[in-house]
């Protein structure tokens, strides 16, 4: 099986960005949504517990970020695939293949140092 | 039922673990003819059939993840945090950062096993497949040893 240019491209520009837009989420708190499992509610945007109920109770709500986080990486890595595959193909000569991998290890990388404050308890 | 979607999550766990360990092994250390020990028929395959397979895994594991995931939240974590278990809660929130990662690789992954990008020796194709092996690794074992401080029915 063999796939069209423009698809290539796109996997390319959709592997070399998630990483990054990944960890830009979680710095920058940029969740799609926020998931509250124990009300069973979604809401848009980022939203804390702590900002709307008393801190010593926000246990009884826990908010879930990941699966925004998630969300908006895929959706600004989608919008960059896509501008890659429709952009002209001599382009990508100029793009090294490698940062299909790279990019993602450095993100893992600055996501171990987001992780330190849990080792530092 | 939350035991269960557990369980199911761990078993396709398992079957990704030997894929893409096989795979991981095949293009790092492939066999010469004639393979003789467990080890030289372990890593003789082929590795680019496993590709599509790893992917569905991966999408199915993740999936299921995500679902025992809030389970986890309201019903595990509240527990961990009172017994002050920050490193295991430190490491699965890597898990999380690092899965998540994976899932974008997919697409690039699964391409590059059709035909790999031009660059000379398929050395993208190799890393890709490397990056996966070990978010692979380190989800399972995180994923068993915080199922285990927990305990199975506790």
Known sequence: MTFAPPFRRFALAFGTAFGPMYLLARVKGLALFTVYPSLGILLPGMHRSRDTVDPVLDFLAPEMFWYGWTATAALGALAIGLIAALAPACWSRYFWSGWVWVAPLLAMMACVYLTIPWFRQ | ?154
């Open chain 2, 1 to 154: 039922m939350t035991t269960a979607l557990l369980i199911l999550h761990g078993l396709v766990a398992v079957a990704l673990l030997g894929a893409i360990t096989h795979q991981v092994l095949a293009v790092w250390a492939p066999s010469g003819a004639g393979p003789r020990s467990v080890f030289d028929r372990f890593r003789a395959v082929q590795p680019a059939g496993f590709a599509t397979a790893i992917v569905v895994l991966y999408a199915a594991a993740a999936v299921l993840g995500a679902i025992v995931y809030l389970f986890f939240k309201i019903d595990i974590q509240p527990d961990f945090e009172r017994d002050r278990h920050w490193h295991a809660l430190g490491f699965f929130d890597l898990k999380e950062d690092f899965v998540s990662i994976g899932l974008g690789l997919l697409p690039a992954y699964w391409i590059s096993w059709r035909r790999p990008f031009a660059d000379g020796r398929g050395h993208t194709t190799v890393a890709l497949t490397t990056v996966l092996g070990f978010i692979v690794w380190w989800s399972f074992l995180v994923g068993h040893v915080v199922n285990d401080m927990k305990g199975f029915g506790s």
